[in-house]
C-alpha cells in the first residue's frame, strides 16, 4: 500500500490533513493503517471517505451549513487565524476541531435516534448494501482519502467531515448516535462516512451470534425481510468491520 501524507486545507471539502492510500489489497490492510495510526496517535480519529468522495464532499458542506455546523464569526478569530481564513477560506485543523466537535455535540444532545424510522429498503436494487460485502471497492475506493482529526472521542470521527443532508437521511447528529449505539453495545467505532455509507470497526471479529444481534438492533432503521437480515448477519460473521446505508429515499 502507498501512503501520501495530505497538509491541512488540500481536501476539497475540509481543513483537516490526512493522508491517501493506493495500491491496496483489502479492507484488512487499511484496518491494519487505521489501527497503527491509532496507536501512534491516540488523541486523533481517522475518518476515511467512502462511495463517492466528491459528492460526500459536496454534501458535507450543505448539511454543516443546513445544520449549522459550521458558523463561525471571523472576527472572533486570533489575527493569523483570521488573515488565513480570509484569504483562503480555511481554518486551522486545531481550530476546527475546537469549532466544529463542540457544537456538533451540543446539537446531539438535542438529538435523538428512535431506531424506527424505516429509513430505506435494504434489498432496493438502487443501495444494493450486501453487495458491497463482496466487493469492497464500491464502497472503499481508491484513490483513498482518510482525514484526521484531534478528538478523543471515536464518534466524534464523524465530524471531519459530517453528512447527512438529503431528506430521509440521518442528520450528523443523528449519525452521530448511530455511532455511540454501536459503539457502546458492540465495540465498534468509526472507520468512514460518504455520502450515503457509513463503516465500522472493532477489535475483533464477530461470531455469527454477534452478527445477528448488531443487525437486529439496526433493523428498526431499515425496510427488510427476515431473509435479509439472515443474509446481512451472514455476510457481517467473521469480519471486524460493518457497512451500513444513512441514507434515506
Not at 14 to 30: I, K, P, Q, Y
Not at 124 to 132: I, N
Not at 226 to 245: C, F, I, K, Q
Request: proline letters at 6%; a negative charge.
Amino acid at each position: 500500500m502507498n501512503v501520501d501524507v495530505r497538509a491541512p486545507g488540500t481536501h476539497p471539502s475540509s481543513d483537516l490533513g490526512g493522508f491517501r492510500l493506493t495500491a491496496w489489497d483489502d479492507v484488512n490492510e487499511l484496518l491494519a493503517f487505521r489501527d497503527a495510526r491509532r496507536a501512534a496517535e491516540p488523541g486523533t480519529q481517522l475518518l476515511f471517505i467512502l462511495d463517492d468522495a466528491g459528492q460526500a464532499a459536496y454534501t458535507s458542506g450543505h448539511a454543516r451549513d443546513t445544520h449549522g455546523l459550521s458558523d463561525l464569526d471571523p472576527a472572533q478569530l486570533p489575527a493569523e487565524e483570521q488573515a488565513l481564513y480570509e484569504k483562503r477560506g480555511r481554518l486551522t485543523p486545531e481550530r476546527w476541531a475546537a469549532e466544529g466537535i463542540p457544537r456538533l455535540r451540543a446539537k446531539a444532545r438535542e438529538t435523538t435516534l428512535t431506531f424506527t424510522q424505516q429509513l430505506i429498503p435494504i434489498d432496493d436494487p438502487d443501495v444494493e448494501l450486501l453487495s458491497l460485502y463482496r466487493d469492497v471497492s464500491l464502497a472503499f475506493g481508491t484513490p483513498l482519502d482518510c482525514l484526521t482529526i484531534a478528538t478523543t472521542d471515536p464518534s466524534m470521527a464523524i465530524a471531519a467531515l459530517p453528512n447527512g443532508y438529503f431528506v430521509g437521511d440521518l442528520t450528523p447528529m443523528e449519525n452521530y448516535h448511530l455511532a455511540e449505539h454501536l459503539r457502546t453495545a458492540f465495540g465498534y467505532e468509526v472507520l468512514g462516512l460518504g455520502s450515503y455509507l457509513a463503516a465500522y470497526v472493532r477489535d475483533e471479529p464477530v461470531t455469527a451470534e454477534e452478527a445477528r444481534a448488531v443487525i437486529e438492533s439496526v433493523r428498526g432503521l431499515y425496510e427488510m425481510t427476515d431473509d435479509v437480515v439472515a443474509e446481512w448477519a451472514s455476510a457481517v460473521t467473521g469480519l471486524r468491520w460493518l457497512l451500513l446505508s444513512y441514507q434515506g429515499s
